[in-house]
């Protein structure tokens, strides 16, 4: 095959769908951690009052929770667009919605992104899935040699399904792949797509290594938003993605550990927010997300071990509405989410904490196997613009192999 060829090959391979699911029972290797960083573990429960990325071991029982996005559409360097990064003591790491902006504080945690390939998206609103794009590339730039996997609902028709969705994207983007196709590792260039029926009710859509995710329905605007029960060594994450309360939220989160849910701004606070009107903020509030009473009376009835609500921004006015609204109709323990919350979740404990990170990370450092990894070939450009090279520049030579 001529090189044009592999490459027409690699980006043909590119999109693959899968409709079933893969068991495997390989367990997942010790984080490649950064230069300079060690891991230590947690004794007695005995946490430093802030997450410093990298510095603790994850219990061999213990799943941890970070909030990477819990603002709205509009972001804030405060508030980027939803997501959530579960990590599992087992080794293996989830993101539930990849919004906006989420990109960036995911990577001041300074991650494994060889780890980092399996994206379970609620819906498909650019603020929960509009940085995908971003990790499929910054990840394979940083660390991931193999293909990431996109987990995400049908639509109502075919064409606004998550199949959909990701085809679109691909072909959006051809250029920015065709150019790093070869110089990056060969398979980090592909997305497998699992469509699942955004009908399912508790069914489910991932099982691996002693890990269940099950997908519901969730009502927000169109149909096809879903919610996601993550399970894994006795302990339940909820995701709720965006959603008015639903009866599936209800039953199917019964058991959570840990149940997520939008707390999104109430009418009022909406109607200022946006500059809009009452009518239209009571509308986007009351019917098409879930204000902060809707939500306490949703954890009320849930009781979860702790109830996490997000989706607004930051300020004095808005914290005080949204804990007002809450505290009307659920007096349990809660936690509204800010971007870099973390939780550490053990059958005894749970800790709330923020992370520090660096505003100016480098990037982590790369695995063996990810230098390894094969690559076919780097690009040139064509005749025509190679033409174009001043002769009054010679770069220097390349170094021996
Ligand atoms: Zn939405
Ligand atoms: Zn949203």
Do not use: C
């Amino acid at each position: 095959m001529t090189r044009t060829a592999v490459i027409m090959a690699i980006l043909a391979s590119a999109l693959i769908f899968v409709s079933h699911i893969m068991p495997t029972t390989a367990m997942a290797a010790p984080d490649n951690l950064p230069k300079g960083r060690t891991a230590t573990a947690i004794v007695d429960d005995q946490y430093p009052a802030s997450y410093f990325p990298n510095t603790e071991l994850l219990g061999a029982d213990e799943m941890r929770i970070t909030a990477l996005g819990t603002g709205m559409p509009n972001q804030t360097k405060k508030a980027v667009s939803i997501s959530y990064l579960v990590e599992l003591g087992n080794g293996d790491k989830f993101l539930f919605d990849m919004g906006m902006g989420s990109m960036g504080n995911l990577f001041s945690l300074r991650p494994d992104f060889s780890k980092l390939d399996k994206v379970f998206a609620s819906h498909l609103h650019i603020d929960h899935v509009g940085d995908f794009m971003g990790l499929h590339i910054g990840g394979w730039l940083s660390g991931r040699y193999d293909p990431i996997h996109f987990y995400g609902p049908t639509g109502s028709k075919p064409e606004l399904g998550s199949k959909a969705f990701i085809e679109g994207m691909q072909k959006a983007y051809a250029w920015d792949l065709a150019t790093r196709s070869g110089a990056l590792p060969d398979k980090g260039a592909q997305i497998v797509v699992h469509e699942f029926d955004y009908k399912l009710e508790n069914e489910i859509v991932y099982q691996e290594n002693g890990v269940t995710i099950r997908s519901w329905p969730a009502i927000h605007s169109l149909d096809g938003s879903v919610s996601y029960g993550l399970e894994w060594n006795g302990l339940k994450y909820v995701f709720g993605g965006d959603t008015y309360p639903n009866k599936w939220y209800i039953k199917y989160a019964a058991d959570a550990d840990i149940a997520s849910h939008e707390a999104f701004l109430p009418p009022k606070a909406l109607a200022k927010y946006f500059g809009w009107d009452l009518g239209q903020a009571t509308y986007v509030a009351t019917r098409i997300h879930s204000e902060p009473q809707a939500f306490g009376k949703v954890m009320s009835a849930v009781k979860p071990r702790l109830a996490v609500g997000y989706h607004s921004v930051q300020s004095p006015d808005n914290n005080a509405a949204i804990m007002d609204g809450i505290r009307k109709t659920y007096d349990g323990p809660l936690a509204i989410a800010r971007d870099l919350m973390v939780i550490n979740v053990t059958k005894k404990t749970i800790k709330v904490r923020m992370a520090i990170v660096d505003e100016y990370v480098l990037p982590p450092d790369v695995t063996e196997a990810y230098k390894k990894a094969p690559r076919t070939d780097q690009k040139q450009p064509g005749k025509f613009i190679s033409s174009g090279k001043w002769e009054g520049y010679t770069p220097p030579p390349m170094p021996k192999k």
